[in-house]
């Protein structure tokens, strides 16, 4: 495995919440980001999106102040998706954003507003680039049933489009201050797919350690040792994570509000407050970091469905932040109990029991008798009766206390 050095880890792991943000041509279709390549869309066919994108109501400040509201500590944003539209003023070609009728660099802008609310920047540039004239065809490609690899290749070269990474790479980590995340995507290495020859990872890599020491690599540039956080998609590993020599791992579970990553109007599988609220404990209680995606709307807002959702963690973590930042997986031989999750705070040696259904009455604790000092509500700081005798915490608990009140803190007696 190759040394290619290591980012900085430790605001990761102690902030624990990002916000995800995926905003490109797609979000004028309006129905997933992978549109081009699921409907087999002809650069033609979707040139209107980029002829049309005009995001009059886009107001970066309010998607920042939505986010620090929620809690969340970092973002990343697409600055280039698989469509290979590129939101910032980049040099290298002329599918950009300053070409729309947009006519501006919009990431600037995105950066700037969410450094104002004291967020930390992070970048998502796809390796896979369905526009670029040198990029071959594959078996992801929109053209694979169209044309002959034969045909389409002609003329084309992957060095070139890996040197076209390397100069955008390059570009996004010199004009836009520290960044403090890179997040590439993805490798599908195998037969007809792509790997880190393709995309010239080592060499990637090297550049990107050189360019902003300290930031903080995702792991899908197919080579071993050149991430710092692994990145499981779309579902919550059930306990902790270990990296490629079996030692735990820094992890980020990426998520969505309602199923696809870009804006889609008619998606009907909103996941509810309650769920995203459960999925950020469910991260943190495993060891985990939540990257929570929102899609902005092609006129450039955040819609409503997004925002209650937003503003569902923004009233829980107002009162329960406690139990999430600096916090992770309560040590081995303490399992929480039924439909409760455990995150614990090794600095100040607080367990936090999140309580997923109503406990109505008693709350077993294994393994913890003698060891609890104190057990309070930490939404409102209000004491629970305990009986020490039988570890157990008591319900002073009823049904009429709000749903954002169902964490409970406990300082406790434990070998740190
Ligand atoms: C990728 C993108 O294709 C998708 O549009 C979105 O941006 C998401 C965050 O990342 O999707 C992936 C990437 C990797 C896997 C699955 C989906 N994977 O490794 O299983």
């Not at 290298?92 to 300053?98: E, G, I, P, S, W």
């Not at 078996?139 to 076209?164: L, W």
């Amino acid at each position: 495995m190759g040394n290619y050095g290591k980012g900085d880890t430790a605001w990761f792991t102690h902030d624990r919440f990002g916000m995800f943000i995926h905003w490109g041509l797609y979000s004028m279709p309006a129905r997933h980001e992978w549109i081009r390549h699921t409907e087999e869309i002809s650069d033609g066919d979707y040139r209107i999106y980029f002829d049309l994108f005009d995001p009059d109501l886009f107001d970066p400040k309010a998607w920042a102040r939505a986010a620090r509201e929620a809690g969340m500590k970092y973002f990343v944003i697409t600055t280039k998706h698989h469509e290979g539209f590129c939101l910032w003023d980049t040099k290298y070609t002329d599918y950009k954003v300053t070409n729309t009728p947009a006519g501006r660099d919009l990431l600037r802008e995105v950066v700037d507003a969410f450094r104002a609310e004291g967020i930390r920047v992070g970048f998502y540039y796809s390796l896979i680039d369905w526009h670029h004239p040198d990029f071959t065809l594959d078996k992801i490609h929109p053209m694979r049933n169209k044309i002959s690899a034969g045909e389409f290749n002609k003329g084309r070269d992957m060095k070139r489009y890996a040197k076209y990474m390397r100069d955008q790479v390059t570009e996004l980590l010199t004009n836009y201050g520290k960044i403090d995340v890179l997040w590439f995507d993805f490798s599908y290495p195998g037969e007809n797919g792509k790997g880190h020859l393709d995309w010239e990872s080592e060499e990637l890599i090297r550049l990107v350690r050189k360019l902003q020491p300290g930031i903080i690599v995702d792991n899908r540039l197919d080579l071993p040792g050149s991430g710092d956080i692994l990145t499981p998609e779309q579902f919550t590993p059930d306990h902790g994570m270990v990296d490629e020599e079996g030692k735990p791992a820094v992890w980020e579970g990426c998520q969505t509000f309602s199923g696809s990553w870009g804006y889609f109007r008619d998606e009907t599988s909103w996941k509810s407050v309650k769920m995203c609220i459960e999925m950020l404990v469910n991260h943190v209680s495993r060891g985990g970091n939540l990257l929570m995606n929102v899609g902005p709307t092609s006129r450039g807002y955040i819609d409503a469905r997004a925002m209650e959702r937003l503003a569902g963690y923004a009233d829980w973590m107002k009162y329960n932040s406690r139990s999430i930042y600096g916090c992770g997986a309560a040590p081995a031989g303490f399992p929480a109990p039924p439909d409760c999750r455990y995150t614990y705070n090794p600095e100040t040696n607080r367990l936090y029991l999140h309580c997923f259904a109503w406990p109505f009455k008693h709350v077993h604790l294994p393994n913890l008798a003698g060891k609890v000092k104190y057990a309070q509500l930490l939404a409102d700081g209000s004491e629970i009766r305990r009986r020490e005798a039988v570890n157990e915490v008591h319900s002073n608990l009823n049904s009429t206390t709000p749903d954002n009140a169902l964490t409970l803190e406990l300082p406790v007696l434990l070998p740190q």
